[in-house]
């Protein structure tokens, strides 16, 4: 091409580059978008041969790609990726497409060449990704699994599938419904609406039983999160994960809790019956059976909070919003009641809503009746304040008693061996200590034989 053509000049401000090609792969020209990309300017690589500058590996199939083109009978062009030694060594990727149209006023055949660097470099850290990933889904005993927004197809599922739900992934992959016959019947309709809220971008907890060939006795708990893309749906994705030992434990927790509190409180019931006909019988005896009295009291209260612990653990509820502020004033209230000597003040309460468990009321009454029952006096007093704070709220308990036993304070702030539970007084605090850490929180215990006991819950901000 002449220096001074009107096309040249057009060629030089292309993005892309542009070179012709003689019959042996040797340039002829070359435009200016050879420098940009490569570093060369077109007067270095006019004349040389194009092939000795793309990589060793890659030459070949360039090289018989060109040569396709050229011999081909009728128009042909071929696309073609691969390396390009770049003026300060590296490798550059080009895809350049080639092809055997060729025209006496051009001198030689026209390649176009585009930087894809990028894009190769994004594939690659994909395909990288993509195979760390399937390492780990390949041993994790969850199942991995995706699907489009309407279930009609599998993206993917991991080997684990076959162990826990019973069938094959081949079958999945046949049928993406066939997970459904997998599941039992009487939980077929509640997965099926945990997957239309799923189609409808809401994300799902649920548990529920699989596996036919065991006769549904394995439990699974199900988390599934729609993922969207310009707002609407577009895959789903999850895991479920293998609960039949929990679920297990958890039953025989309950039942050994229904038939100890029962017979517990039948027997304490007996003994307290018989210690009142004794004090009606013997008069003098009643300062003896005042302590089995006090005594047989202090089980059945114990009882009825290990039936309270027993339900919160073995409740799987998320949480909810509480309106702390709320929950607060019903604890004085009640505890009021109960203690009607002691003087149970309020020093500050702030409007805050937390994502916690119910149970948190439980938590604060606890904390002010164990104040109260503690006291050196008849009539003590306990004050609780509730603030708001940048990352949730702070309830804190006060009291001007004895310090706490360590014992007791490490229950409360987490920092207990579960052997600790033989030497602690009881399972109020520990009922303390679970329900705030279900509902994500944490307690600070402060004592001291001066300043008394400051009990601080620190719960999170509510996500709405």
Known sequence: MDG????????????????????????????????????????????????????????????????????????????????????????????SR????????????????????????????????????GEISSVSSDVLWMFNADWSELLFVNPSYEEIYGT????LRGDPSAFLDAIHPDDVPAVREAMERLSEGTPVDVEHRVNPDEDYNRWVWVQGEPIT???????????????????????????MDNLLRHNLRNDLNLILGTVETMESAVPESTEHTA????????????AEKEREIIELITDHRNGEPIAVHEAVEECVERVRERFPAASVEVASLDRVVVDGRAELRSAVTELLENAVRHADDDAPTVTVGLRRTADGAEIVVRDDHAPIPAVEANVLTGD???????????????????????????????????RGNEITIRLPASGE
Not at 68 to 91: C, K, M, N, P, Q
Not at 105 to 120: K, N, P
Not at 168 to 171: C, D, G, K, L, Q
Not at 429 to 450: H, K, M, P, Q, T
């Open 168 to 171: 094959s992934v081949a079958e």
């Open 416 to 450: 207990h061996d579960m052997t600790d539970v033989y030497h602690s007084s009881g399972l109020g605090f520990w009922l303390v200590y679970w329900s705030v850490e279900l509902s994500g929180g944490s307690v600070a215990v402060e004592s001291g034989d001066e």
């Open 4 to 95: 001074s053509d009107p096309h040249r000049l057009l060629l030089d401000q292309a993005q892309d580059k542009v070179a012709l090609l003689d019959d042996d792969g040797t340039f002829t020209y070359v435009n200016e978008a050879s420098e940009r990309i490569l570093g060369f300017s077109p007067e270095e690589l006019v004349g040389e041969n194009a092939f000795e500058y793309i990589h060793q590996d890659d030459r070949e199939a360039v090289s018989s790609a060109f040569r396709e083109a050229l011999s081909a009978e009728e128009f042909s062009e071929i696309t073609v990726e691969y390396r390009h030694r770049a003026a300060d060594g590296s490798w550059v990727w080009l895809e």
């Open 98 to 133: 080639m092809s055997n149209l060729t025209d006496d006023a051009l001198d030689g055949y026209v390649v176009s060449s585009r930087d894809i660097s990028d894009r190769v470099r994004a594939e690659r850290e994909r395909e990288e990704t993509a195979a760390h990933l």
């Open 229 to 255: 893309v310009d707002g609407e749906v577009a895959r789903i994705t999850g895991f479920t994960r293998d609960v039949t030992d929990r679920r297990r434990r958890e039953r025989q927790l309950v039942v």
């Open 291 to 302: 302590v089995i009295r006090r005594v047989g009291e202090q089980l059945l209260a114990t």
